[in-house]
């Protein structure tokens, strides 16, 4: 799982370097894919659930599960790019919201508070705590921002399979849920709305989209739970 997490953020990175207006999301989806298979990986979309490519390439208004296309990015737009890493059946899964060019301030906070609510709600993935104490952390901050969190997807517990349990919302109240053990294995993602929360699925069957038209955010990570400080596989540093 440290290799597949590795490869995760390795492929992350270096998507940032080439992310800029006119470049298509079906560029970005190769050139990961290649670089997956290159440093010995398999990508653990492509095909999953009849899902057509190996990442998702979500712009602006689209909150996840976005299929890359020819579709240009322009300057001032926002991309979130989920990737999963298959490596020798054990698997690692991460995403990240980049930035084309210059962006408004309300898209700088959005992505901002997307990214401390997923690194609050990392800190309490902790032995001896509760699944939903890692919920609620990430609703507090982004609601107290005046933000909204997706309510229709969540995170996941991961391991030899891509999806496995728990179930990892982005809301609730403290102190509920399973007790966090040293060695679970869970993605963690806070998908954040600059608007209303509720989101529709497009006629592909795939792409989720705010019902109000407003912008998304989207970061992952793959966390070993553990004692006192949780391990990130998906992390370069």
Same mark, same amino acid.
């Given at each position: 799982?440290?290799?597949?997490?590795?490869?995760?953020?390795?492929?992350?990175?270096?998507?940032?370097?080439?992310? /800029?207006?006119?470049?298509?999301?079906?560029?970005?989806?190769?050139?990961?894919?290649?670089?997956?298979?290159?440093?010995?990986?398999?990508?653990?979309?492509?095909?999953?659930?009849?899902?057509?490519?190996?990442?998702?390439?979500?712009?602006?208004?689209?909150?996840?599960?976005?299929?890359?296309?020819?579709?240009?990015?322009?300057?001032?737009?926002?991309?979130?790019?989920?990737?999963?890493?298959?490596?020798?059946?054990?698997?690692?899964? /991460?995403?990240?919201?980049?930035?084309?060019?210059?962006?408004?301030?309300?898209?700088?906070?959005?992505?901002?508070?997307?990214?401390?609510?997923?690194?609050?709600?990392?800190?309490? /993935?902790?032995?001896?705590?509760?699944?939903?104490?890692?919920?609620?952390?990430?609703?507090?901050?982004?609601?107290?921002?005046?933000?909204?969190?997706?309510?229709?997807?969540?995170?996941?517990?991961?391991?030899?399979?891509?999806?496995?349990?728990?179930?990892?919302?982005?809301?609730?109240?403290?102190?509920?849920?399973?007790?966090?053990?040293?060695?679970?294995?869970?993605?963690?993602?806070?998908?954040?709305?600059?608007?209303?929360?509720?989101?529709?699925?497009?006629?592909?069957?795939? *792409?989720?989209? *705010?019902?109000?038209?407003?912008?998304?955010?989207?970061?992952?990570?793959?966390?070993?739970?553990?004692?006192?400080?949780?391990?990130?596989?998906?992390?370069?540093?």
């Amino acid at each position: 799982m440290a290799q597949a997490g590795r490869i995760c953020a390795l492929a992350l990175e270096a998507v940032r370097g080439i992310i /800029a207006p006119g470049i298509s999301t079906k560029d970005i989806e190769r050139f990961a894919h290649d670089l997956i298979r290159e440093k010995g990986g398999r990508s653990a979309f492509l095909g999953y659930r009849g899902y057509p490519a190996s990442i998702c390439a979500s712009v602006n208004d689209q909150v996840v599960h976005g299929i890359p296309s020819e579709r240009k990015l322009r300057e001032g737009d926002i991309i979130s790019v989920d990737l999963g890493v298959d490596y020798d059946g054990f698997y690692g899964d /991460a995403a990240r919201t980049f930035a084309v060019g210059r962006i408004s301030e309300d898209a700088q906070k959005l992505m901002r508070v997307t990214e401390e609510s997923l690194e609050l709600g990392i800190g309490k /993935a902790v032995a001896g705590g509760r699944l939903s104490d890692i919920s609620h952390a990430i609703q507090s901050h982004v609601e107290t921002s005046g933000l909204s969190v997706v309510r229709s997807f969540v995170g996941h517990g991961i391991g030899r399979s891509l999806h496995e349990e728990p179930q990892v919302p982005n809301f609730g109240p403290p102190g509920k849920g399973p007790r966090l053990l040293r060695g679970m294995a869970l993605a963690i993602e806070p998908m954040v709305n600059a608007g209303t929360w509720k989101v529709r699925v497009l006629e592909d069957g795939w *792409t989720a989209v *705010t019902e109000d038209g407003s912008l998304s955010a989207h970061y992952e990570h793959t966390v070993i739970v553990d004692e006192g400080r949780p391990v990130v596989l998906t992390r370069l540093s």
